[in-house]
């Protein structure tokens, strides 16, 4: 069965698991009638079938087409369901079952039984769930959640377990929810484990006009992991400028969709807002205004709010490019500083990148990347990479200069740089990440074990697979949120839904297109088995040009959710068919209705129309 | 043009040497000129109505601009921000008053009775005096909406400092009146619905435009409560609270109205009408019928069925009602995207067309006929989708107003046929194009009208391009539409605003910019011409509250001109 591949033989939780999960799913679906509500399962099935071509897949689509709850994003790699309502008892609670348990799961189960309370999120269906009232009614009362952890486990802090090193996350969680009312269990490894499964708990319920909060596919058994460790989400703060509690906010929604790691891009040649002691001058002269910076204090309320959610934050000071505003407080430091026309020196106005070259501008370099290492308990930080342009020292004196007295080429001398910088990272125990040139595009030594970020072409993954880089997808073909909104550049007469830097003009601004689109990303194409190891996830990206506070969550939601099934579920459903977009679509509105329930803006994808006839609204229906 | 303009524009050109626009103005007026003296707004500024039984609407306009005046923190964008002005503000004169009036003889109206004035006989136009001396300021107008036009330009000229109000530009004068009678939004709200609060916080946004163009209902869902048919609602709504009761329309007309805002009801038809089946299945032919690409342009397929005798009577009452809702005198009958295999392949209607011994052409024409007499009936005069006319060549009344919006390229052919007409075309003002292909299971698909239109394209229309002299009096304006496909309340503002201003700009000022030059310059869109002033108003609108998207990182807004292409 396809379920013996799906589950790491190391989770001996799960291996006992998946016998009784395939005996349920038989019970359910094969020996007894499917659930009440005919035209769904139907409609599902006749959908789901164009795309089976085979006799087995189709015996296969029997067994199996109800078996996946509607309500769940990313949807579990094992699952089994019933097709029993089941509603919470009015003196439903969760029950912490750990020794000393830590406060941020204590947080996190209160959290839990507020979401559960107020989602008030009616099923996607015509009549919004009407039709289960009787079924309801007469449904056992689930009077509680016990949360426990596996034999052994040590109990720490979500905050801690989520900063762990990549790999040696424990995220696996064993959610089962019987029929009976009897009390439903969540067992784990980590408390990072626990808090994933209870993002799962509370998924699964819907209101029935204020009366109830049910499932109609009780039982519910679930073993889950996730294919990836690395399922991020990355804001640019530096365009346009992010308050803190925009950035929280943007953390609950990645959250819900098991989302674990914050690439925060902080700043760039725009602005500056990050204040990094011992060099408050960049943010003093570099932010936008004095109100627009983050403080120490608030870096600490982020990494604290990140951490809690299962959240690691990845801050990135990008280098060399990218740098222009440092110049505003130390001029020394960047050349072609507003160099024009820009489009010479820089892919965007302001021109103007750190003189790398120069051993002062290195060591000032160094020191400002150990002071933001030191604000952040991640493992990773990224030195950026990209976009270096090298025209910008051609007309640079002092880097002229030093080429010739040191006889030294700019690569080499960028080689020096990046050794210097990373290495004082590696120092502090950081592991380093950049983005694709590095490796790429410049001969630049690197760590083994740096991470790379590909981003101008999916296809560029297999080239860093080749030089053995562990990587990150993210790439702008995929998973750029911010393309096709046209040019921001001024007097471009016609300034259609193209970006004007030509890395783009391929990729058009998308809502649910990039839904399905960055949906159907392959994390192992055109890499060979060998290789494979190497890739670590991936993320959709929020450059800011064109983005505010004002549309934050309308561009970034649900369609930032895309990427998070596609690294957390893998290549498969839990019935083992190929993951696809007609088995996503009504999944995709579930959670993006249950976003704007909890106030996050996620746009529709489709009219309300479709969303409660999700196989009506297809090209072909 | 007025008279009035003719002189300021005689007048003010010889000032015009050196290029000069108050940043903060847009649409930009369509003559101006300004000095280069700060003034402040003293902390005790007045303004006295010097109109004789002033109505309400614009005693709560003047409410509204001291609201404005209070509550604005808008501070310059240029680098440094207001303190960046701090030495011009320490000197500069105070204004301590503004005195309003009407001109001549002019009746005395409410601004909601002006709003709904035909075009033609409605006056939007004002002059607006404001010395560098802090001597009084003065507005006046032929009318009350005229007056509310002025007072929107003087409660967008101010910047906020630690000291107070300013501007830099005193002193400043206005006489000002749009190029265009119909400059509006065509808001779609029945593929997502969207609660009147919303609806309020747009036409706020929408002080230069003057339409609501309100496409009520469509095929996905009816949330308009129709008097004389009550379950279209309780049925075809997607729910009990997502509906528009005639107390909703009635709010929503009023605030609109006191805005300057006319509401023009569009009830689609015959095509576009799936939401009435909920309730009256007999009279909508191929109802969900599938696939659904063979009956209509999206799902769900369906349309009125224009050759049953029944379904005509219906349609007759169903009009009338809507249009006894509304105090406009005008109404869009719809009539895009009709699709014919769909009644070719209905049972009803053959069995129809064969008793009366009709085509399908022929019931398409007298169902137009029928809906265009029931309008005029109620005072309406009648718009029309284009491909009714253009594709369908079905006949209408002389004063009907085409909404041309397939492509700009149709404006030609609408005006070959001597119909009057509003610009609404896909290529340039669809704010909803770019978003992809919302169908399922299509994961490389565009937007059928990609790519996105930027505010750039849309500020780029040339309301006369292609069109004889004789054939530009046929143009009455234009209208940007929101399709709600992809759009709900979540991201209505961010979908709508700042774009939709572009269209405010291209059909108040026209043509030309006050010192003259063409308005679509080879700089148009340059950082320091159109794009810094609307960075302004996307600015001041984030500041009043609406979330209107960024169109350049901060960086760019502080540095007119340093983002352009070529800087």
Not at chain 2, 540 to 567: K, S, Y
């Amino acid at each position: 069965m396809a379920f013996a591949t799906l589950i790491s033989p190391s989770y001996a939780l799960a291996a006992t698991l998946i016998p009784r999960a395939f005996w349920t799913l038989l019970r359910d679906h094969v020996f007894t009638s499917a659930g009440s509500d005919c035209s769904v399962v139907l409609g599902w099935a006749a959908c789901l079938a164009v795309e089976m071509r085979s006799f087995i897949a189709s015996v296969l689509l029997l067994v199996f087409s109800v078996s996946e709850v509607a309500s769940l994003w990313p949807i579990p790699r094992s699952l089994s369901t019933g097709s029993t309502a089941l509603k919470l008892s009015p003196t439903f609670d969760i029950n912490i079952n750990v020794k000393n348990a830590p406060s941020d799961l204590v947080s996190a189960v209160a959290r839990s039984k507020s979401y559960i309370q107020t989602d008030k999120m009616q099923r996607l269906v015509v009549g919004r769930g009407s039709g289960d009232e009787s079924a309801v009614q007469q449904a056992h009362q689930l009077g509680s959640l016990a949360l426990s952890l596996a034999p052994g486990a040590e109990v720490k802090p979500i905050a801690q377990e989520a900063i762990v090193p990549l790999g040696s996350r424990r995220e696996e969680y064993v959610l089962h929810v019987p029929a009976d009312g009897s009390a439903a269990t969540l067992t784990a490894n980590s408390t990072l484990g626990l808090l994933r499964g209870l993002t799962t708990f509370e998924q699964l319920w819907y209101d029935l006009d204020g009366q109830a909060t049910y499932t109609i596919e009780a039982p519910i058994s679930v073993t889950d992991s996730p294919a990836y460790p690395f399922r991020g989400f990355m804001l640019d703060t530096a365009r346009n400028f992010f308050s803190v509690s925009d950035i929280k906010r943007t953390l609950d929604a990645m959250s819900w969709s098991k989302i674990n790691q914050f690439h925060w891009h902080v700043v760039d040649s725009q602005s500056f807002p990050l204040q990094i002691p011992g060099f408050m001058d960049i943010s003093a002269k570099g932010a936008y205004s004095s109100s627009m910076v983050y403080t120490p204090e608030d870096v600490q309320d982020i990494v604290t709010y990140a951490g809690e959610r299962g959240i690691d934050v990845l801050i990135e000071i990008d280098t060399p490019g990218h740098t222009a505003i440092i110049h505003q407080a130390y001029p020394e430091h960047v050349a072609c500083f507003e160099g024009s026309p820009w489009a010479v020196f820089a892919n965007e106005p302001p021109a103007g990148q750190l003189r790398f070259a120069s051993s002062n501008t290195t060591n000032f370099t160094t020191e400002l990347l150990v002071a933001v290492a030191k604000m952040f308990p991640s493992s990773l930080i990224s030195t950026g990479g990209d976009e270096l342009n090298t025209e910008c020292y051609a007309d640079d004196a002092e880097t002229q200069q030093i080429l010739n007295s040191t006889g030294s080429t700019l690569e080499e001398l960028l080689s020096t740089f990046t050794q210097t910088t990373h290495g004082a990272l590696q120092d502090l125990g950081k592991t380093t990440v950049v983005w694709e040139e590095m490796v790429l595009d410049f001969n630049v030594t690197l760590a083994n074990d740096t991470v790379v970020m590909v981003w101008i072409s999916s296809e560029d993954a297999a080239a860093v697979a080749e030089k053995g880089f562990r990587l990150v997808h993210a790439p702008s073909d995929y998973f750029y949120l911010d393309c096709g909104a046209g040019e921001w550049l001024g007097s471009d007469p016609d300034a259609p839904g193209k970006r004007q830097d030509g890395v783009f003009s391929q990729a058009e601004w998308s809502w649910l297109m990039s839904c399905l689109q960055s949906y159907t990303f392959d994390p192992l194409a055109n890499i060979s088995e060998a290789q494979q190891y190497l890739v670590l996830g991936g993320q959709q990206l929020l450059w800011t040009e064109q983005s505010g506070p004002e549309n934050l969550d309308s561009i970034a939601w649900p369609r930032a959710a895309s990427s998070a099934e596609v690294f957390w579920t893998g290549a498969t459903f839990p019935d083992g068919s190929p993951r696809n977009v007609t088995g996503a679509l009504p999944r995709l509105h579930d959670l993006r209705f249950r976003m704007v329930q909890r106030g996050v803006n996620a746009i529709p994808l489709q009219p309300l129309w479709c969303a409660l006839r999700p196989s009506l609204c297809n090209l072909n229906s | 043009m007025s008279a009035l303009i003719a002189k300021m524009l005689t007048s003010l050109f010889t000032l015009f040497a050196i290029p000069s626009f108050v940043a903060a103005l847009w649409p930009m007026p369509r003559a101006l000129s300004t000095g280069s003296t700060a003034l402040k707004l003293s902390s005790d500024f007045v303004i006295h109505l010097e109109v004789q039984n002033s109505p309400n609407d614009l005693q709560s306009a003047i409410s509204a601009v001291y609201t404005q005046l209070h509550n604005d923190t808008l501070q310059r964008l240029v680098v440094g921000r207001a303190a960046a002005d701090s030495v011009a503000i320490a000197r500069a004169s105070e204004l301590r008053f503004l005195t309003i009036s009407l001109t001549g003889h002019a009746v005395v109206r409410s601004i909601e009775q002006e709003a709904v004035e035909p075009y033609g006989s409605r006056s939007e136009s004002y002059s607006l005096n404001i010395p560098h001396d802090g001597t009084t300021a003065t507005l006046t107008a032929n009318s009350t909406l005229g007056l509310f036009r002025g007072l929107t330009t003087f409660s967008q000229m101010w910047y906020s400092s630690s000291s107070g109000k300013y501007i830099l530009d005193a002193p400043v004068s206005i006489a000002d009146e749009p190029a265009f009678p119909h400059r509006g939004l065509s808001f779609d709200t029945a593929r997502n619905f969207f609660p009147v609060e919303d609806i309020l916080r747009t036409l706020d946004g929408m002080s230069w435009l003057n339409t609501l163009y309100w496409h009520v209902a469509d095929s996905q869902s009816f949330p308009l409560e129709v008097p004389a048919f009550p379950e279209l609602a309780e049925k075809g709504a997607y729910s009990e609270t997502e509906r528009y009761s005639a107390a909703d329309v009635q709010r929503i007309v009023s605030y609109a109205n006191e805005r300057g805002i006319d509401v023009i009801m569009e009830l689609d038809s015959p095509g576009h009408t799936t939401g009435i089946a909920f309730a009256y299945p007999e009279h909508i032919a191929c109802a969900n019928k599938s696939p659904w690409a063979t009956y209509a342009s999206e799902p769900p397929a369906g349309q009125l069925r224009i050759a049953s005798n029944a379904t005509l009577a219906f349609a007759r009452e169903l009009f009338a009602s809507v249009a006894g809702m509304m105090p406009g005198t005008m109404m869009s009958s719809g009539g895009d995207e009709v699709n014919l295999p769909c009644w070719e392949d209905d049972e009803e209607t053959i069995q129809d067309l064969s008793i009366n011994n009709i085509t399908i052409a022929d019931a398409l024409n007298q169902f137009i006929q029928e809906v265009q007499n029931v309008l005029h009936q109620a005072g309406k005069t009648p718009f029309i989708k284009s491909d009714m006319i253009l594709t369908h060549n079905v006949p209408v009344t002389n004063d009907t107003i085409a909404v041309v919006w397939q492509s700009s390229a149709d404006a030609t052919s609408m005006a070959e046929r001597g119909q009057r007409f509003i610009h609404q075309p896909s290529d340039y003002f669809y704010l909803d194009c770019g978003a992809g292909e919302w169908l399922g299971n299509d994961v490389l698909g565009n937007s059928w009208c990609d790519p996105f239109k930027t505010w750039q394209r849309a500020y780029s229309f040339d309301p006369f391009a292609n069109l004889s002299a004789s054939q530009q009096q046929l143009v009455l304006g234009g209208q940007m539409p929101i399709w709600s496909e992809q759009t709900s309340p979540e991201n209505l503002d961010p979908i709508v605003w700042p774009r939709l201003a572009s269209g405010a700009e291209v059909f108040w000022t026209g043509a030309t910019l006050p010192d003259g030059s063409p308005r679509l310059g080879a700089n148009a869109t340059s950082g320091t011409q159109a794009f810094a002033r609307i960075n302004e108003m996307r600015y001041r609108m984030v500041d009043r509250g609406i979330r209107a998207i960024a169109l350049q990182p901060h960086w760019c807004v502080l540095r007119a001109g340093e983002c352009d292409l070529d800087a």
